[in-house]
């Protein structure tokens, strides 16, 4: 029996090696559900896009870095110069994926950026390591793990929940995505692996413009309050009701029926109602609800909402979501793809792109580059995507490399002078201001 015993134990196929330590990540465990540094909501049901500010401002900064111009630059020992067109990394640019373009491509991470603190990406590559696509893949599909290594240590991986759904087949998405085959871009973190979104921060902001929504929609759906109330002298009879309905209500009662007087008999009376302070108030709630998010989004709030305002010039406002808002995403952004890339090769995102909306301003910043001599007139009508002029000299640059320098003091002019008004008998020579400092 003792020879049959050790002859089985033999013949027995060896145990599998213990599987990689696998814990889940201790960060998802602060009360904010699946991959809690990624801000997964737990508010009012809807989610937080569900509060119309909150949507507005996502789709306000997604689509603003979507719509930035894209290209790469390659390092050269003269500083960097345009990547030839041979290089592999053009392709995600041009397309990421076959499901997706690159400005959508762009608006998915955004989005997913500002909604949860992280974005995630499969990269495809080619036979030669180049990179070939790039996937997009909704953060509240991922579940972070921490996988052990082989040499010992950790490394932190992606367990993508739905595998088998028709969608993650049609990506061809795997069970389990490595943080070095994904890219992974990520907000402000409080332990450097994953970030957290400003709606996980500032929680409270966000579910007091849940609650004001979601009570504004219970208001308009009861009924507020009627426009007016219609009193009897004494209780009606169930036939002056069944009048009152048909005759009355289809009479005045509907936009279409606005304006119309009614005759009151019997002592009858009617009583408009008007807004209350409450109801004021209630309406101030709202709008400051609105601007206590653009605050945490570093939007505007005149962006969203202008409302009766007059605003003649958005520049400044532009000018100032460009650099609080948009150019730290921006950089964040440059950075993770810059990662991905090719030693030496770049993604940039040129903000300039912003202003192509506005010809005026456009315009007057390539007049000043043609006068000051950085482009010519040729690489100016390149710029507004004009054709390029025949006429002599539309190649070269200005050789005074400066703009006019006209006298400031003649009739009419601006004075340029430390006090205002000129002295002397008339204007001064050409390249003289004319003017003392003697009033």
Same mark, same amino acid.
């Given at each position: ?20 330590? /696998? ?9 904010? +559900? ?51 067109? $041979?290089?592999? *990394? ?21 989005? $997913? ?21 790039? #996937? ?13 290594? +082989? ?83 004494? =209780? ?40 209350? $302070?409450?109801?004021?108030? =209630? ?13 945490? =989004? ?20 532009? #000018? ?22 090719? /030693? ?38 390149? /710029? ?23 006298? *400031?003091?003649?009739? +009419? ?5 430390? $006090? ?16 003392? +400092?003697?009033?």
């Amino acid at each position: 029996m003792g020879a049959r015993s050790r002859r089985r134990r033999m013949l027995a196929p060896p145990a599998p090696p213990p599987a990689p330590e /696998t814990r889940r990540a201790a960060w998802q465990s602060d009360g904010w +559900g699946q991959a809690a540094l990624g801000g997964v909501w737990t508010g009012p049901s809807g989610g937080p896009e569900a509060v119309v500010s909150v949507s507005a401002c996502v789709a306000l900064i997604s689509s603003a870095i979507a719509s930035l111009p894209a290209s790469l630059t390659i390092d050269t020992p003269d500083g960097p110069e345009p990547a030839p067109p $041979s290089v592999a *990394a053009w392709r995600i640019i041009e397309r990421p994926s076959p499901y997706s373009s690159w400005p959508a491509f762009v608006q998915q991470q955004v989005g $997913s950026l500002l909604l949860n603190g992280n974005s995630l990406a499969m990269v495809g590559t080619d036979g030669r390591g180049g990179i070939q696509s790039l #996937t997009g893949i909704p953060w509240q599909w991922c579940s972070p793990q921490v996988i052990a290594s +082989g040499d010992g240590g950790a490394r932190l991986a992606f367990d993508l929940v739905p595998h088998a759904t028709p969608e993650a087949r049609l990506l061809a998405l795997p069970k389990r995505l490595l943080a070095s085959e994904a890219l992974h871009i990520k907000l402000r973190s409080d332990n450097g692996i994953l970030g957290k979104s400003v709606i996980a921060r500032a929680a409270s902001a966000i579910t007091e413009g849940a609650e004001i929504a979601r009570m504004a929609q219970s208001n308009w759906a009861n009924g507020m309050r009627p426009s007016g109330v219609l009193t009897a002298p004494n =209780f009606l009879s169930d036939t002056q009701r069944e009048r009152f309905s048909s005759d009355w209500l289809d009479k005045f009662s509907g936009s279409i029926n606005s304006g119309k007087i009614p005759l009151l008999e019997g002592g009858w009376g009617l009583s408009s109602i008007s807004m209350t $302070s409450v109801d004021a108030e =209630f309406l101030a709630s709202r709008q400051f609800s609105v601007a206590d998010i653009c605050r945490l =989004f570093n939007v505007p709030e005149v962006l969203l909402q202008i409302g009766t305002r007059s605003i003649t010039n958005l520049d400044s406002y532009v #000018t100032s979501f460009a650099q609080l808002c948009l150019t730290p995403l921006v950089t964040i952004i440059e950075a993770e793809i810059n990662q991905i890339l090719p /030693t030496g090769i770049r993604i940039v995102l040129d903000l300039d792109g912003l202003s192509r909306g506005n010809f005026a301003s456009v315009t007057a910043a390539i007049c000043a580059m043609v006068q000051t001599g950085i482009l010519s007139a040729n690489d100016a009508r390149e /710029t507004i995507n004009w054709s390029r002029s025949s006429e002599p000299g539309a190649d070269a640059l200005m050789r005074n490399g400066a703009a006019p320098n006209w006298p *400031a003091d003649g009739p +009419g002019s601006q004075h340029l002078g430390p $006090s205002p008004g000129a002295s002397g008998d008339g204007p001064g020579e050409p390249g003289n201001h004319g003017n003392e +400092g003697n009033g």
